[in-house]
């Protein structure tokens, strides 16, 4: 009695400073996220602890299918031809209304859940990312949406889709490739960040490849002559990615990981291999690029006289925004008000500022206006792009780490397996699950964010970015 008493006042406190009003299918969402809240924060620390890697979620993605089954939702698993993805479906009719949850790990960057670098296990991956809280807090705002609907009190269907490999191989593309959002109206995201905001800014495009040379081995010393070098090849070739960067607009980005240079210092290598990156803010700016690079690479063995070979691994599209689901979550955020945090959660924060060198100012527990949409923004990329180019789709950040932290950094991931990560992804269901009573009672909202999705997509014909094929499981 105790505990609902207290929330009542929290809501009602929210309200009043926001000046808006919170209806009854609002407060239940609420209420739901607060009833599962202690087991989405078991599942978050679960996946947190084994931290597997895109497509070897097994267990992760059994955690969340398993958690979705047991609240009632039907589930198909191991779509699109992954083992670690599934769909949780539950209800019938329009609207029909998504939530996205991913669940994959960073290689390298295992740490325990403190301020100061060390690793949990020695080598091993971490949530550099916070996927753990992502696919937990966007079940929890799934469940909330279902309980209504089964209540009676919402009419229409929700769709729960776990999605793999966000990190790598970007499984969402395989899963938009399969048709899983045809029929869907609005599609919810969210992702962990330093700070609370509606997103609608864009991300990057990108295109992943990788570069192989052959070449023939001889004694590097007796007789190099006779042999062809394909780490020359390789040096020529990322010689010749860095001098080009002079030369592309400040939107490009060009990575690449040498990821065979050679195995011992008296072979002339016969093979050498690297994985290249290029992102733009647009597509239309990033295939000119990629289509260049790739002849960088023929140059190259043509300098070096050995062979090539490209292998397309896979490419995802910019982040289609959408304002008008932005500004249906901005009025959310307002009505649930800011996180606020313990003298204990603010000196963890400030002590990761602290050890990664940052201004020591904790928290930010404000909640962000709603930004203009910048038509060159900055950031990374996801395969939330590929899934917002088929359907109109709402984006949200919220705060699961202190303000400046290294992204995909031991830093995020000590913030996730404690009560810093923990608070972000009970926000980020509830904001969520008011969004999504929002879209289900509301039919104009949602043809008023369909509406923007169309003319911002206008005639662009979606193509995926990918081999033709299976996804490539078993190749992490």
Known sequence: MRKNMLLGLLLLSAAIVSGQKMNSNKKAAIASVEKHKEALIQISDSIWALAETAFEEDQSSKILADYAEKNGFTVQRGVAGMPTAFVATYGSG???????????????????????????????????????????????????????????KLKGTIKFFGTPSEEKFFGKIWMVREGLWDGVDVNLSWHPSASTRADVQSSLALVDFKVEFFGQAAHASADPWNGRSASD????????????????????RIHYHIQDGGQVVNVVPDYSKLWVRVRDTKRSGMLPVYERVQKMAEGAAILANVDHKISLISGIYEVLVNRAGGEAMQKNLELLGPISYTDQESAFGK???????????????????????????????????????????????????PKDTPWHSWAVVACGGMSIGHKGMVYAAKAMGMTMVDLFEDPKLVEKIKSEYRERKGDEVYEAIVPEGPPPIGEN
């Open 351 to 401: 002590k990761i500022q602290e050890v990664t060198g940052k201004p020591q100012v904790g928290m930010d527990a404000s909640i962000m206006p709603l930004e203009e949409t910048k038509e060159h923004p900055g950031g990374g990329s996801t395969d939330v792009g590929d899934v917002s180019w088929n359907v109109a789709n709402i984006n949200l950040g919220v705060t699961t780490a």
């Open 233 to 252: 090849a390789l040096e020529l070739y990322t010689a010749g990615i860095n001098y080009y960067r002079e030369h592309i607009k400040p939107t490009v």
């Open 94 to 152: 329009s609207p029909v209304i998504s939530v996205l949850g991913e669940f994959d790990a960073l290689p390298g960057i295992s740490q325990k859940a403190k301020p100061t670098k060390e690793a949990l296990n020695e080598g091993a991956a971490g949530h550099g990312c916070g996927h753990n809280l992502f696919g937990a807090g966007s079940l929890g705002a799934a469940i909330a949406a279902k309980e209504l609907i089964e209540q009676g």
